[in-house]
C-alpha cells in the first residue's frame, strides 16, 4: 500500500465523469506541475504522451489560446507581450513545437479530454460568443482568434466549475477567473 495521494483529492477539486480507478489512488504524475493525479483527476492524453492533471488543464488551454494567436499571425508576430508569455508560461513545455502540445480548439480539448461534462463546453462557447467587456487584464482579447477567446472561456470556467482552490491558481488564471465570471 503506498502513502501517496492524488492532489486533487486532497484538496477536493471536483471529479471529471469518465474516471477510472479508485479515487485518491495516483496512477501517475501530472506533466506539467508533477502532481500525482488518480483516474479521478487526469487523463492521459491520447496524441500527447503525457497525463495532465485537471489543476492544469485550464494552464494548457490557456497555453494553447496563446499559441493559437501565434500561429494564426503566421509567426510574423513576435511574442513579446507580458500578457501573451505570462499565458504561454502555463505549460512548461510552451517552448516545443505548437502541433506537439497545443490543443487547436474547445472540440480538440473535448476530444483529447472525454472526462469533462459537456455542459462546460458549451456554456464556453456560448459566452465566449457574447463576450464583449474589454479590460487591461486581458487587453490582447481583440486580436485573439475565436478559438483563442473559446479556449480562455474554458479555462476560467473549468477553474470555477471544479472548484479549484484560488490559492492553486496562478495569478494570470486567478484574473481570467474573475474577468469571466
Same mark, same amino acid.
Given at each position: 500500500?503506498?502513502n501517496a495521494?492524488?492532489h486533487?483529492?486532497v ?7 469518465? %474516471? ?6 495516483p ?7 508533477s502532481a500525482?493525479?488518480?483516474g479521478?483527476?487526469? %487523463?492521459?492524453?491520447p ?5 495532465i492533471?485537471v489543476?492544469?488543464?485550464?494552464? *494548457? ?6 499559441a ?7 509567426g510574423?508576430m513576435?511574442?513579446?507581450?507580458p ?5 504561454? @508560461? ?5 517552448? *516545443? ?6 490543443? @487547436? ?5 473535448? +476530444? ?6 459537456p455542459?462546460?463546453? +458549451? ?15 486581458l487587453? =490582447? ?5 475565436q +478559438? ?7 479555462a476560467?470556467? =473549468?477553474?470555477r466549475r471544479?472548484? =479549484?482552490?484560488e490559492?492553486?491558481?496562478?495569478? *494570470?488564471? *486567478? @484574473? ?6
Open positions: 500500500m503506498s495521494a492524488c486533487a483529492c484538496v477536493k477539486v471536483g471529479a471529471l465523469r469518465n %474516471t477510472f480507478g479508485n479515487c485518491g489512488d496512477f501517475g504524475a501530472c506533466n506539467n506541475c500525482f493525479a488518480c479521478h483527476h487526469g %487523463t492521459r492524453d496524441n500527447v504522451p503525457q497525463l492533471c489543476e492544469c488543464d485550464p494552464n *494548457l488551454l490557456c497555453a494553447s489560446a496563446a493559437a494567436l501565434s500561429a494564426a499571425a503566421a510574423q513576435p511574442i513579446d507581450d500578457i501573451l508569455i505570462e499565458m504561454l @508560461r502555463g505549460y512548461r513545455r510552451f517552448w *516545443l513545437p505548437r502541433d506537439y502540445w497545443a490543443f @487547436r480548439s474547445v472540440d480538440d480539448f473535448r +476530444e483529447r479530454r472525454p472526462g469533462y461534462d455542459t462546460f463546453f +458549451e456554456e464556453a462557447l456560448n459566452r465566449a460568443r457574447g463576450f464583449r467587456r474589454i479590460g487591461e487584464e487587453r =490582447i482579447w481583440q486580436s485573439l482568434p +478559438e483563442s477567446k473559446e479556449m480562455l472561456v474554458l476560467a470556467l =473549468i477553474t471544479l472548484n =479549484i482552490p490559492q492553486n491558481l496562478g495569478s *494570470l488564471m *486567478l @484574473r481570467l477567473r474573475k474577468f469571466f465570471d
